[in-house]
């Protein structure tokens, strides 16, 4: 059995099974797209919740892992070598699974780079602005007099959008037909978005055909359906 005593966070979070990858997270955009990724790959883990209202993400146990103090980190008790692995990111997360797992992220050179592609473009420009979006739409910040910093994550979520509706063209996914991570990493943020945030008219998603195509064919998966959920909100 592995031994993860050395990890001052599974003092915080203990380990029921400690064989498997334990995930530290919440069902945020950022979060579910590692409980999917490790739905849809089948690979064995144990799921704990860091609780934002009693400030988890600050104690020093969860800082131990990520010193970012963000969701969703992971201690993959059977990492490169055999020895433990700490990682936080979500998009280095998904990375890591696919090349353990040899699933979702093509070995073609050439598509693998591809695919990493849109999964940057996601990390760098969907989660940010659609992110700030929200924060101007649905909380505190809806509340400012000056309008213009949400017009500006308005006006940037529809160009991305756009980005997306083109590339969605023809294609049943991101690399066409091929899930991939990419999928994985772009397609939460778009529900939360239209759903959460409730800034589906805002954004212009009426006019977005393709992304309501794929956005209801991705949330149909099966192995999406249990992620979306995981952990469970309290």
């Not at 999917?36 to 969860?62: A, D, W």
């Not at 993959?76 to 992220?105: C, H, Q």
Request: net charge neutral; hydrophobic share 40%.
């Amino acid at each position: 059995m592995a031994d993860l005593s050395a990890f001052p966070i599974t003092g915080k979070w203990p380990a029921q099974y400690p064989d498997r990858l334990q995930l530290y997270s919440l069902p945020t955009p950022n979060g579910v797209k590692v409980s999917i990724m490790l739905e849809e790959t089948g690979l064995p883990y144990e799921v704990h919740t860091v609780s934002f209202e009693r400030n988890e993400q600050l104690s020093p146990e969860f800082l131990s892992l990520n010193p970012n103090n963000k969701i969703p980190a992971i201690l993959d008790p059977n990492g490169p070598g055999g020895k433990p692995l700490a990682l936080f990111e979500s998009g280095a997360i998904l990375i890591y699974v696919a090349e353990k797992t040899g699933k979702l992220l093509p070995a073609d050179p050439a598509r693998r780079y591809e695919t990493l592609q849109w999964l940057m473009f996601q990390m760098g420009g969907i989660g940010p602005m659609f992110g700030q979006l929200g924060f101007f739409h649905k909380f505190a910040g809806k509340d400012y007099e000056d309008k213009r910093p949400c017009d500006r994550y308005v006006a940037e979520s529809r160009r991305l959008l756009g980005v997306l509706e083109g590339r969605m063209a023809g294609r049943q996914w991101i690399m066409g037909d091929e899930y991939t991570i990419a999928d994985i990493a772009i397609w939460p943020w778009v529900r939360n978005l239209v759903d959460y945030y409730g800034a589906g008219e805002l954004v212009g998603f009426a006019d977005c055909p393709n992304l309501q195509r794929v956005l209801t064919a991705f949330v149909a998966r099966p192995a999406v359906a249990r992620g979306l959920a995981i952990p469970p909100r309290a």
